[in-house]
């Protein structure tokens, strides 16, 4: 079986794609207005396919392999990547969301706010 295949696998990635698309309507929609073919693409990238695999995760995942233990294994991903944006933001300046905007909201918030980030993900890792 390869790694893909594995139903932690898909259920972790089916959890990433919620987040982004959930955190996208909440938090980002009303940041920027897209037009033309960047409206479509954006659309489809933060509600269409978001909506997608969650159907494929429900259909195809076999769910009664899944182990809470799991659920901190999952959190690995997201954790390395907030460390690669608060890293590379302190380097270049650039920090891609404005809820981890360091420069300003302060570290003692971004912290705040990925932590509220990080809660997010374990509930809906617990109840998915």
């Known amino acids: 079986m390869s790694a893909l295949n594995k139903p ?3 259920t972790a990635i089916t959890i990433y794609i919620m987040v982004v698309g959930l955190a996208y309507q909440v938090l980002l929609r009303h940041v920027w ?3 033309g ?6 659309e489809l990238l933060h509600t269409i396919i ?3 695999v969650i159907i494929f995760w429900y259909l195809y995942e076999t769910k ?3 182990r809470y233990i799991q659920i901190f294994k999952w959190l690995i991903y997201p954790l390395i990547y907030l460390l ?7 380097a270049s300046g650039f920090y891609p969301y404005p809820f981890v905007n360091v420069t300003s909201l302060g570290l003692q918030n971004v912290l705040i706010n990925s932590a509220f980030l ?3 993900f374990l509930l809906l890792e617990m109840y998915l």
């Open 8 to 10: 932690d696998v898909l």
């Open 33 to 35: 207005k897209p037009e």
């Open 37 to 42: 073919l960047q409206k479509l693409v954006d």
């Open 50 to 52: 978001p909506i997608l």
């Open 64 to 66: 009664k392999q899944l």
């Open 84 to 90: 690669y944006i608060l890293v590379r933001g302190k």
């Open 118 to 120: 990080m809660l997010f």
